[in-house]
């Protein structure tokens, strides 16, 4: 999640050339498919990060739940730490696959809020998004077919798709949770995901060696789902919710996925999309007003901006 | 927990403009509002990085015990290895935010050391512990109000606070240990903390790369947890301690939370605040006694200072 | 699972002559022994890496799984984790070992996709991959010897072996798995190992720092097993299944460790060793058309080649 | 456990004085306690660092044992990971202590290895396992301290001492090991520890960053534990179980803790110190026969020397 990405293509072209001349082992365009892949690097990375992300993740939400059933296998293969382990797996893996291609954001809430904070294009955050969203679905898809036979055996029938198992693809926060405390919940590791995301790529800080980012993750993350997960399921990125929610609708669960709760309709929304979003704000606006030296962020530029003269 | 923090205010500025001077992507106070934050910076990281610890912390403590009863969850998110991943996630997250802001100690009994050992300017200490400890009760108000509905399940009602919640918070040493006991497991546990926080920041010995410390500390204060932790619940840091406590007593639990075992009185203060740091005294002494070289340890003051001429 | 091995071994040699001629330490051909050495240097590393990676796996099912008999230990040791753990740590370990030797594949599924996308020279292929089914071999006979007893005990005597203590050695799928499920299963999980293999060793991506590529492989197989692993006991390594499956044919189990599930003849070898090898493929073609620039990948070749022109 | 510390003393002062000259914020012996630290160092850094691994090792031993107990504690606080997490953590932190004062040994078997295949100097072999083993007997005597009340508590009384207790400090192997196999579990384990010691000390080989050793050593010893660890506890140091051995006599136990087995007269010796001691030169001896280069091995001595005429 290093926010470095080249600010916009033209730059980013020009560096790869720059690099190109300085080491002989690659030349620019060798063919003609080289020139598309150049246009889609960017956006394949942030799609490839997040099937990584929900492969791992919601498979180990299959592994575990699902073989907690002796049809399955003949003992638990897993835990809730499991789970928590896979999900931070996921997070490193898809950051590592991705993080010198497109930055490494692989979560909706973590583009938006560099492209506020940090001066990523804006232009780019739709594409991002997008890839994102749909590296989710894919990533659940494969899932979905890697345990198909086991999913049926849980559910009682090739045709039984119920929420007890959607949930092992998307979050559903705790019966008790209030929306309110759903989305408190939500903001709160959001925001706590960006002030570490933002520490570790500020050079003024303590920011870990090049290239161990993602080890950080995996630390963070597991311990976002070990200390906050177990109220709303810690989304904290709209993509690994919406991608794998969408996913089940398509092959069975239909609307339910989408109407779960219906009388808190707005809930769906605001627990694992609205509120990472928000929450990751939160969590910008806190480091930069009171850490942050760099002049990309809205809070040091010159006092001429109407920003600061509200100040 | 490094501890090349700047030795006076002074000094901490024009390296930020020689800093500044080096790099065209920062500017000298580019608005108003820039002067007040350099003012605080270092302390509201400490703030930040205890508030980080907490979060974590006391949210892994929610999280595992609440999730035992089943009206909080259907079955128990994690297990005792959880709770002490969660503290070292915390420590690690604590000192990533703040390690190259101030330093990251995010903790009075490594602060009160490093004043002490190496040189840390002991007008900075006072401004530090208020911070670390108001981060303390930031964040455990902040999960106080995250598991608000599972607290009052698990209690029994949104007005009945216990010690059995409150415990989730501070530290409560087990029923059969004594005051000496208490005491001794606190002291030996952050005599070891301190051994390991002032070797990694040795250059001399075997100091992991630049950004890496908090990693170390992740597997140390899990080392911590697993191996030394059941008995007093390791606080080995008063503001970790004292924050939360201060929180419940205002959320409801009331003067309880510092009346446990008043036939013990000065176990309170002696078990989770004064053990800690005086076993962070004797840590720091034992290593610059017999291993460090470094000019700022009393140990390696010239002979013509009193200190040196006891020996 | 570096990349970077000599391309030959007249390379190779001269390599190891400037590095040499460089550092006073180290003197070529000292004695009779080193030339033999050399010649045999990265084989044996391939065979220590696997060797060693067999002995921490294996041994982690044997010690998890037997400990769960009451005349084997008074209470398990261990869980399904830290089977994901063990097998963790023998990868890492076993590149550790081998890494900057022979470049660390301990996998024939690897070693075959770097010769297809990464240059690695194809002349050193069966040896490679005779030396990791050797290591295989004496890695699992190693943990065999040590767990003589307690295979024994759990079996009911010293000549009785069966499938239930074979499937500690090699890997089996679960009942209901069909030999599709099988294939995809191990396919799916390969080919995210290949592409992350292919990341973390493009120096255009997110590289670890030097040293540390074995690190982000523990991680990676901890979530693979958590995550993906239950289904088939996730070869995802030809040597890791076939080795310790001709131990366990010739130290008693005999022929059933090949006929097992006759009635699926080919799933034996398509699902830990042809379903590797093709997801290894699968990988390393979804990372080379969208992701890589270096010129080894034919997918950057120019376009005057056959490969190309298809494009 | 580099094994790059001085050759001699009067090297090793000439270097420090060359590091003085070079950083102006070290003078030498500024006063008169620092002749004698300076002597003492390395014997202090190594027993040290055994005391550290013991507080680790045998603390987490104690936790999990005693707290299965529920006089102890409601709950049992850890797992058998934990036990393998707390030893692993032990050892990382041992060596982060101590290796750049002493090389990190910690472990008579890998001292004397270093002294036959790496050039560390014979004349300092006595004082550093002297070093070790006291620092296992003190280590354990602070954590017996330290669980004194939950041990009487989960023998009985204050002076009700047995086995069942004293196995929390020194190792027994499991009641049908026969002592071929106490001796060739630990054998193993040894030569596998040793192999990654020499590995990740060769920088020929695949090396870990400065000061990331220890996490080497963290992820080796916890695999260890949990893939070999149950049928003789894992010594493979005789130092870690020879110091905790000779305390638990002295507080208690008697000499029980000696003649256990008695039948087996040789077991004791053989199991936790001959065979590592043993092992360690088996790994080094196939580590350098087949993978090293450098010159301070015996395998690449000129053939002058007797012992190359052999081969």
Redesign the interface.
């Given at each position: 999640m290093?926010h470095d990405s080249a600010s916009n293509k033209e730059e980013h072209i020009t560096e790869?050339i720059d690099?190109y001349a300085g080491h002989d082992?690659?030349?620019i365009h060798?063919?003609?498919?080289?020139k598309y892949?150049l246009m889609?690097?960017e956006y394949?990375?942030e799609f490839?990060g997040v099937c990584?992300l929900i492969?791992?993740?919601t498979?180990?939400d299959c592994?575990v739940v699902l073989?907690s059933v002796t049809?399955?296998?003949s003992?638990?293969?897993?835990?809730?730490?499991?789970i928590?382990?896979?999900w931070a797996?996921?997070t490193?893996?898809g950051?590592?696959?991705?993080?010198?291609?497109s930055g490494?954001h692989i979560n909706p809430a973590v583009t938006i809020a560099l492209a506020t904070y940090r001066g990523f294009p804006w232009k780019k955050v739709p594409g991002y998004i997008a890839a994102q969203v749909l590296g989710g679905l894919v990533g659940a898809a494969?899932v979905y077919?890697?345990?198909?036979?086991?999913i049926s055996?849980f559910e009682g029938g090739d045709d039984v798709r119920t929420l007890a198992t959607a949930g092992l693809f998307s979050t559903y926060a705790?019966d008790?949770?209030?929306a309110v405390?759903a989305f408190?919940?939500e903001f709160?590791a959001t925001a706590?995901l960006v002030?570490?995301v933002l520490?570790?790529g500020?050079r003024?800080?303590?920011?870990?060696?090049?290239?161990?980012?993602?080890?950080?993750l995996?630390?963070?993350i597991?311990?976002i789902g070990?200390?906050?997960?177990?109220?709303t399921g810690y989304a904290i990125n709209p993509a690994r919710d919406l991608g794998p929610r969408i996913l089940t609708a398509m092959v069975g669960y239909g609307s339910q996925v989408f109407t779960f709760r219906k009388s808190l309709t707005p809930h769906r929304l605001w627990c694992p999309v609205i509120s990472p979003i928000l929450g990751a704000q939160a969590g910008a606006i806190?480091?930069d007003?009171?850490?942050y030296?760099?002049?990309?962020s809205p809070?040091?530029?010159?006092?001429v901006s109407s920003f600061?003269s509200l100040?």
């Open positions: 290093s790869h690099d082992h690659i030349t060798p063919n003609a498919w080289s892949r889609m690097r394949v990375a490839l990584i492969i791992f993740g498979g180990v592994q073989s049809g399955v296998a003992s638990q293969k897993g835990s809730y730490l499991s928590n382990i896979g797996v996921g490193a893996m950051v590592w696959v991705s993080g010198g291609i490494g494969l077919a890697n345990y198909y036979h086991a055996i705790l008790y949770m209030t405390s408190f919940s709160l706590v002030v570490v520490a570790i500020d003024k800080n303590c920011p870990p060696p090049a290239g161990l980012a993602p080890l950080v995996f630390v963070l597991l311990g070990a200390c906050l997960g177990m109220e806190f480091y007003a009171f850490i030296l760099g002049d990309e809070f040091n530029k010159p006092c600061c100040i």
